[in-house]
């Protein structure tokens, strides 16, 4: 009975952990991300971050990351459309898009280390 409850208590707090980590993507991963992948042609954090609005964010991100897409395809940068069709991209998208909206523009913060 009681090794019952406890495997019972351990499942419930492993499908928990499971579920609170797809739901909310995380902004310190996007932060690394974002160093990582766009820095080199966007410069810092703070000043990546603050290329735009949170509500120009999310409309960068929507459809699939729809205008993302496009507005690097439409720069005729080559490193800039083999990165933003990459299997990279599309796997960190959630997260860095938490990053930069967290500290887009209007936001009124600045990310610490970045
Ligand atoms: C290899 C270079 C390169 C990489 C990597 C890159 N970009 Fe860009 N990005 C560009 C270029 C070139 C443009 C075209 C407009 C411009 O010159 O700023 C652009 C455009 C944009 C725009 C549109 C700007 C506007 O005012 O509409 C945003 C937003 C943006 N990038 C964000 C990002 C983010 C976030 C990442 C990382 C996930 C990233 N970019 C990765 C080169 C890059």
């Known amino acids: 009975m009681f090794h019952k409850t406890v495997s019972i208590a351990f499942a419930s707090i492993t499908i928990f952990s499971a579920t609170t980590s797809i739901a909310f993507a995380d902004v310190n991963k996007g932060q690394k991300y974002y160093l990582k992948e766009c820095k080199e042609c966007h410069g810092n954090g703070t000043k990546g971050a603050a290329m735009l ?52 523009k209007d936001s009124g913060k600045v990310p610490s280390c970045g």
């Open 53 to 104: 609005e949170q509500a120009e964010w999310k409309d960068m991100f929507a459809n699939g990351n729809k205008e993302m897409i496009t507005a690097h395809e439409e720069s005729n940068n080559e490193k800039a459309k083999k990165y933003i069709n990459s299997d990279k991209f599309k796997e960190h998208a959630q997260d860095l898009f938490d990053f930069l909206h967290e500290y887009a």
